[in-house]
């Protein structure tokens, strides 16, 4: 007789999962599209009452994972309970004191995915991750930057208690990393920058100069219709940033090749 399928193997054990075999199987079915899809909703609701037992055991880094995860697996995100929810928002403030950089932007990033786990946050719960995103500006590489900066646009209440010193923390890691973002990353930090204002008003000259630079640099990556869109995004920003008195609002313009297109 054949053997249990991936999904029937995992329907069967989840029971038994423990966080770390949680997180594991979630982030596994969210990259295997023909596993997911065969998916029952037996086996979803399983995979659901396991997130929810488990939740208080769960690491900052497997909070982030479970969540981001639940964004790419919507049959388990709609087998989640009320309760569910509510578990997971308690998981997330309790780890958000220790949460690093890249886990600080994934969290966001799924909760900016998941109406339902970020409605179920408490304002405690969203100062947290203020603080977390506060402490760990200066160790955000380029993907954690635009993650936040994304995930921030979209979710007023975590913007909403993000003190000014995590603005200007922010600002400094833009400029810190725009020379290494590629061009999806550097595409996604300037359109969420001009949904930012806070940010916008704490970026220094030589910070919107490099962003100016950037679009130069990433062109080939991005298209001429997102050359374009750029372009105008980052002249969105000077605007925004000269009528509050940032450091964007002077003559930074890219070179004479874009002039010229």
């Given at each position: ?169 922010m600002a400094g890691a833009v400029e810190r990393t725009t020379r290494g973002m590629n061009p999806y990353d550097f595409f996604g ?73």
């Amino acid at each position: 007789m054949p053997g249990p399928t991936v999904w029937e193997f995992v329907e069967r054990e989840c029971c038994n999962m423990n966080s770390l075999g949680v997180g594991s199987t979630l982030i596994s079915l969210g990259k295997l599209e023909a596993v997911a899809a065969s998916l029952s909703p037996s086996g979803c609701a399983g995979l659901a009452e396991a997130v929810e037992r488990s939740a208080g055991e769960t690491n900052p880094r497997g909070i982030a994972n479970v969540l981001l995860a639940f964004s790419k697996l919507e049959a388990v995100e709609a087998a989640m309970l009320p309760s569910g929810w509510a578990v997971l928002s308690k998981a997330v403030e309790r780890n958000a004191r220790d949460m690093n950089a890249q886990d600080a932007a994934t969290t966001l990033t799924g909760l900016r995915n998941l109406i339902a786990a970020a409605a179920a946050v408490a304002p405690s719960g969203w100062v947290g991750l203020a603080q977390a995103v506060e402490r760990t500006t200066c160790e955000m590489n380029p993907r954690n930057v635009s993650g936040t900066l994304d995930a921030l646009s979209n979710l007023e209440a975590a913007a909403a208690v993000v003190p000014r010193d995590g603005w200007v923390g922010m600002a400094g890691a833009v400029e810190r990393t725009t020379r290494g973002m590629n061009p999806y990353d550097f595409f996604g930090s300037l359109n969420s920058l001009n949904r930012l204002e806070a940010v916008t008003a704490e970026m220094s000259p030589s910070g919107c100069a490099g962003l100016a630079e950037a679009v130069e640099r990433n062109a080939s990556g991005m298209g001429p219709r997102r050359v374009l869109t750029a372009l105008y995004a980052l002249g969105q920003l000077k605007a925004v940033s000269a009528a509050r008195g940032g450091g964007c609002g002077g003559q930074h313009e890219p070179s004479t090749y874009f002039q010229n297109a």
